[in-house]
């Protein structure tokens, strides 16, 4: 959206500025495609000072339409410079270069940040997503969905609370994210009421062509007491042997330039997107009950009839809380708690520091992004059941196994799709199939 905003003010620019100013528009396009070129190049990332940029525009402009509008004389590039040290004072384009270098540097900065902080969000649940099961865990899990067949109980389903002790056990790390990923949300949420409220897009990128329209205009309206305020500065220019040019012949003709509103359309762009990010910021503390009834299709927390690890019954111990520090006393999944997954940390980081762009972000300060993604890729094997598994309690001997991370699909959207849930373990847990609704949340 903000980059078909920035298209259609070029293309309003090329339309109307032909014949609006002719010669001065057509010997000079280059410094407006570069300019467009340099707004699109700072959108997508590139580190580009925007306010430089937007300064070295209104330069390389003062600079030719000067020679343009006085082809009488002789105007060296050493002349040019004094000129330009002059401009700040006498202000030929007006207040507009001062204006729109106010209002657009805010309305980049926050678009860019805000798509920047999506894409960290959907990277942060794709590579978590990528985080292979321990060997505890994979035995937990074949405990939890595959241990009732074995006794003839195939219909009986797991209690609601097993499940959960599993599953919050197996996501321990993944729930540590809580915390730093309602920052992104809320910090996400935030920056969107300034897209659609102080630094509305729709008025400052929608309408460049216009200012910049409104500052040659002021420029060719005061043309002859700018000229005296240069030639009193600087001295006066030695005559051109040339002779005059078109200049006389140039076209004033106003063309009525307008901006096609879309406030509305960037309205519910926003709203939508606040009332999805709303809806994700709880996501890691809660994929656990996700899971639990929607893969595992638990039984009720009060069920007696239910499948708790050893037999058809009530299951009594407590529901452990979220996070790694709370599975210390987890009665279903080993958790060595003194080891961190460190790709989980990483991109706890990596929130933590989108978060703080965005702060700055939303009160106009500019940040550089740098490539940030940490390419920790490994290879993983598949956990088997041993035959000991069922019918019995694992063993609490400290967990030695280091965390494993795998390699990320260059692909998106490459979830396990229409797989039964009790397929395999690693399907239940791999977490493509509810990441990647995170995932798909986020970029819409």
């Not at 299951?315 to 009665?331: H, T, W």
Request: hydrophobic residues 35%; glycine residues 6%.
């Amino acid at each position: 959206y903000f980059q078909d905003l920035l298209n259609k003010s070029e293309k309003a620019l090329y339309d109307a500025f032909p014949s609006m100013y002719g010669e001065l528009y057509t010997q000079n396009m280059k410094v407006f495609k570069d300019l467009y070129s340099e707004l699109r190049r700072y959108y997508r990332g590139s580190n580009i000072n925007l306010e430089e940029a937007l300064n070295e525009f209104w330069t390389r402009l003062l600079e030719r339409l000067f020679k343009l509008m006085n082809p009488q004389y002789h105007i060296t590039d050493e002349y040019l410079d004094c000129m330009v040290k002059h401009a700040e004072q006498h202000k030929p384009f007006g207040e507009v270069p001062r204006d729109l270098k106010v209002k657009a540097t805010r309305a980049f900065i926050a678009a860019r940040s805000y798509a920047q902080g999506f894409l960290v969000g959907s990277d942060v649940v794709k590579k978590v997503s990528q985080v292979s099961l321990s060997h505890e865990c994979t035995r937990a899990i074949m405990k939890l969905m595959y241990c009732p067949h074995c006794r003839g109980m195939s219909s009986v389903k797991p209690c609601n609370n097993y499940c959960l002790n599993v599953v919050k056990g197996c996501l321990a790390n993944q729930a540590d994210l809580n915390t730093e990923w309602k920052y992104l949300m809320d910090s996400l949420v935030v920056v969107a009421d300034r897209i659609d409220g102080p630094y509305n897009v729709d008025t400052v990128v929608g309408t460049i062509h216009m200012r910049i329209a409104e500052a040659i205009s002021n420029l060719q309206e005061n043309k002859d007491s700018i000229t005296a305020k240069v030639f009193q500065g600087c001295g006066n220019p030695k005559i051109s042997t040339k002779g005059s040019s078109s200049e006389d012949k140039k076209r004033r003709g106003k063309v009525a330039l307008e901006a096609k509103s879309s406030a509305q359309a960037l309205e519910m762009l926003v709203l939508d997107a606040k009332g999805n990010l709303t809806a994700l910021k709880a996501y890691w503390i809660t994929l656990p009950g996700s899971l639990c009834s929607k893969k595992v299709m638990a039984s009720s927390a009060a069920d007696d009839k239910c499948w708790n690890g050893m037999t058809k019954g009530s299951y009594l111990p407590e529901v452990m809380g979220d996070g790694l520090a709370n599975q210390i006393n987890n009665p279903e999944v080993e958790v060595d708690i003194t080891k961190p997954d460190m790709t989980i940390r990483q991109q706890i980081m990596q929130l933590k520091i989108m978060t703080n762009r965005l702060g700055n972000a939303n009160i106009g300060n500019d940040v550089d992004f740098q490539d940030a993604s940490d390419d920790m890729s490994g290879s993983g094997s598949g956990d088997s059941c041993p035959d000991d598994v069922c019918g019995k309690r694992l063993s609490k001997s400290p967990s030695t196994r280091q965390p494993e991370t795998h390699a990320i699909p260059k692909q998106s959207g490459h979830g396990i799709n229409g797989a039964s849930s009790r397929s395999s373990p690693s399907a239940f847990l791999l977490l493509l199939s509810v990441a990647f609704i995170a995932a798909q949340h986020l970029w819409r």
